[in-house]
């Protein structure tokens, strides 16, 4: 008995000293966000940020990242919020050219199944909706198309997967199960665009929004099907 309570004492430990190894590895750039966060509740920075990053979109395809005057940046919700995607981001599984992960995930009901139209030939599209990024009871976004609170149960997430199914019609989209895991896998929070094959990692996008870049995958997958053209030519030639 003793033993064991020694034992669970001493797991315990480990857990502390790695969850503050953890803390110490991310606290730089948890504060580097927060200081960019703090900059943007001056709304002549705030504009002038947005400006450059819209010059530095990489095409029509980037959604432009929009905030409207009234929303707060530096809180404590959107400090929580940056923590966790930080967080979530670190101990990711999938990571590019390894295996992905198989996570689970909940299948709508009455969903019309369509692919992405543009690279349907050589790619299927899913959309895994995961945890709200600005949950109308957290880092609460006025620019957010629906007030959603935070899920509490799988009927909440559905409900809301629903709405984001209407929004895009031309992709399957399913939703994340309530242990979150297919975002803790991906490290998706607030929103994270990958491309797998092989079930292998083939591309992972950065962190969302600021890494998030439809055009970075549009050109990868230009890349691929240039590439399945070519080693067709040679086939033909052979
Ligand atoms: C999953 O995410 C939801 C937020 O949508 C949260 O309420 C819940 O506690 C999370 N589940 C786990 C197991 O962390």
Not at 71 to 95: C, I, P, T, Y
Not at 166 to 186: F, K, R
Request: aromatic residues 8%; glycine residues 6%.
């Amino acid at each position: 008995m003793v033993a064991e309570m020694q034992q669970s004492a001493g797991a315990q430990t480990v857990k502390a000293l790695k969850n503050a190894a953890v803390s110490l590895v991310l606290l730089p750039r948890f504060l580097v966000a927060a200081v960019v966060l703090w900059f943007l509740d001056f709304l002549c920075i705030r504009k002038k940020v947005l400006l450059r990053m819209r010059d530095h979109e990489g095409g029509p395809d980037d959604p432009p990242v929009c905030i409207s005057d009234s929303n707060r940046m530096f809180s404590l919700e959107s400090l929580k919020a940056v923590w966790h995607g930080q967080k979530l981001d670190f101990f990711k599984s999938a990571h590019l050219g390894q295996r992905a992960p198989n996570t689970e995930v909940v299948q709508l009901k009455e969903q019309k199944t369509r692919v992405a139209s543009q690279y349907a030939d050589i790619a299927d599209s899913l959309l895994v909706y995961i945890e709200e990024a600005h949950p109308s009871d957290g880092w609460a976004s006025s620019d957010a198309p629906y007030q959603i609170p935070k899920h509490r149960c799988l009927e909440d997430r559905l409900k809301a997967a629903q709405l984001l199914n209407l929004e895009v019609p031309g992709c399957l989209v399913v939703a994340d199960t309530m242990e979150n895991s297919s975002n803790a896998a991906y490290g998706a929070y607030f929103e994270r665009l990958y491309i797998l094959k092989d079930e292998k990692v083939a591309y992972q996008g950065g962190r969302g929004p600021e890494g998030y870049s439809i055009s970075e995958l549009r050109s990868w997958l230009d890349q691929y099907r240039n590439s399945l053209e070519n080693s067709i030519t040679v086939v033909i030639h052979v």
